[in-house]
């Protein structure tokens, strides 16, 4: 059975910093594709920060580029989002989510594997 459980959101102030983190059992990190995605309420769930490759092919969605980065511990199965600059427009749920066959995308509905969220505040 596939677990994947993020941690390390919370409230931070403008201009600061978090780094979420994505711990998987049941799967490893270093088939197919693992990311992050977010959701706010009524708001449809969207793909910010994927990787696959092993951790050496990251994926940004531009509203995030340059800000965010990804990256991949494959001895612990871990994936993480280093999130810089914050901006109170990017409070939301944040989403871990991984597959096994799907590489390279954004797109929700190709991801099997989803974690409860996180919640970050920007404020």
């Known amino acids: 059975q596939v677990q994947l459980v993020e941690s390390g959101g919370g409230l931070v102030q403008p201009g600061g910093s978090l780094t979420l983190s994505c711990a998987s059992s049941g799967y490893t990190a270093n088939t197919g594709c693992m990311g992050w995605f977010r959701q706010n309420p009524g708001k449809e769930r969207e793909g910010i920060a994927v990787v696959y490759g092993g951790g050496g092919f990251p994926l940004y969605a531009d509203s995030v580029k340059g800000r965010f980065t990804i990256t991949q511990d494959n001895a612990e199965n871990t994936v993480y989002l280093q999130m810089n600059n914050l901006k109170p427009e990017v409070t939301s749920m944040y989403y871990c989510?991984?597959?096994?066959?799907?590489?390279?995308?954004?797109?929700?509905?190709?991801?099997?594997?989803w974690g409860r969220g996180t919640q970050v505040t920007v404020s």
């Open positions: 989510a991984a597959d096994d066959v799907v590489v390279g995308t954004l797109n929700v509905g190709w991801y099997k594997y």
